[in-house]
T-cell receptor, first 110, second 116 residues
Framework: QKEVEQNSGPLSVPEGAIASLNCTYS??????FFWYRQYSGKSPELIMF????GDKEDGRFTAQLNKASQYVSLLIRDSQPSDSATYLC??????????FGKGTRLHILP | KAGVTQTPRYLIKTRGQQVTLSCSPI?????VSWYQQTPGQGLQFLFE???????NKGNFPGRFSGRQFSNSRSEMNVSTLELGDSALYLC???????????????FGQGTRLTVV
């Protein structure tokens, strides 16, 4: 059974600090990795994707991928109250399916 | 480019009834997936359709079914509704080129189903 695991949280981070969200996956052959943000009562929206080992930066967001450790993370710098949401990690194994984790609730403390 | 459209947005049904939800994917996307989301269980995969064929299926009872039409629009049906079926039902479409790329999913606004 292919799995994507995330800590459900809530993860509380002071405003202005770095929020670090983590995700592990079971299929070593996974090819694509995504982070979605979901505000309460809304649908998930794609915020980052990464395909290669290393870091990928987009504004205040950095996605990190370590395929050897089967680990992907999302860093949010200078956290804002508007970053408070549930963050879903998603992984595409060798085929075309996409598998979502249960999500981590992030709460930015003003 | 229009996004993923789900109808209706809200629905109230009584136990034992059946319901049909609709999803129109982004133009050109051939893969449509359905998810059930509840506060306690998170996002749970129901099934995926690709070119009118069910390609993947989650662990839901047979009361949950779906289909996809030639224009890629998809419907999901739930028969004999139970109180526990109350949830946000999300549809997502993706390009799904078959090469492992283009798999990012784009979600509709969801249908909130309440069973009373």
């Amino acid at each position: 059974q292919k799995e994507v695991e995330q800590n459900s949280g809530p993860l509380s981070v002071p405003e202005g600090a770095i929020a670090s969200l983590n995700c592990t996956y079971s299929d070593r052959g996974s090819q694509s990795f995504f982070w979605y943000r979901q505000y309460s009562g809304k649908s998930p929206e794609l915020i980052m994707f990464i395909y290669s080992n290393g870091d990928k930066e987009d504004g205040r967001f950095t996605a990190q991928l370590n395929k050897a450790s089967q680990y992907v993370s999302l860093l949010i710098r200078d956290s804002q109250p508007s970053d408070s949401a549930t963050y879903l990690c998603a992984v595409t194994p060798r085929d075309d399916k996409i598998i979502f984790g249960k999500g981590t609730r992030l709460h930015i403390l003003p | 480019k229009a996004g993923v459209t789900q109808t209706p947005r809200y629905l109230i049904k009584t136990r034992g009834q059946q319901v049909t939800l609709s999803c129109s994917p982004i133009s050109g996307h051939r893969s449509v997936s359905w998810y059930q989301q509840t506060p306690g269980q998170g996002l749970q995969f129901l099934f995926e359709y690709f070119s009118e064929t069910q390609r993947n299926k989650g662990n839901f009872p047979g009361r949950f079914s779906g289909r996809q039409f030639s224009n890629s629009r998809s419907e999901m049906n739930v028969s004999t509704l139970e109180l526990g079926d109350s949830a946000l039902y999300l549809c997502a479409s993706s390009l799904s080129t078959g090469t492992g790329s283009g798999t990012e999913a784009f979600f509709g606004q969801g249908t909130r189903l309440t069973v009373v």
